[in-house]
């Protein structure tokens, strides 16, 4: 049980706020976290996603590993291909809040499609 905060909620377990740092730890990762970007645009094999984050091949294989590890990312194949995709709706929401939120500060401007984090 947790102890009543501000507004009358109760804090989160210690379980839930060891799973929302591992979470957080795994995408302080900037590769990491363009990955969950670019999969919450749409699917992608890892060429694709090596191409648009200008990673090398085999290092974002391995990112994607660990995001398919810990639940974020899942794949499917196609044939002889593997397409990556997003796993985790509520992460993805939280990314795009985030990155959104810091480029309007910065005052960039974003793909419109990206906007709309509230759909």
Do not use: C, N
């Amino acid at each position: 049980m947790g102890i009543e905060g501000e507004g009358g909620a109760a804090d989160p377990s210690a379980e839930v706020l060891t799973e929302a740092a591992a979470m957080f730890g795994l995408l302080a990762s900037p590769p990491r976290l363009h990955i969950v970007w670019a999969l919450a645009q749409g699917e992608s094999d890892v060429s694709g996603l090596a191409e648009r984050i200008g990673g090398a091949l085999p290092a974002v294989s391995q990112h994607l590993t660990k995001l398919k590890l810990a639940g974020l990312v899942r794949s499917r194949r196609e044939g002889r291909r593997v397409v990556y995709l997003v796993d985790d709706p509520d992460v993805v929401a939280v990314v795009r809040l985030l990155v959104v939120q810091l480029a309007a500060r910065a005052g960039q401007a974003l793909p419109a499609p990206l906007r709309d984090v509230g759909a």
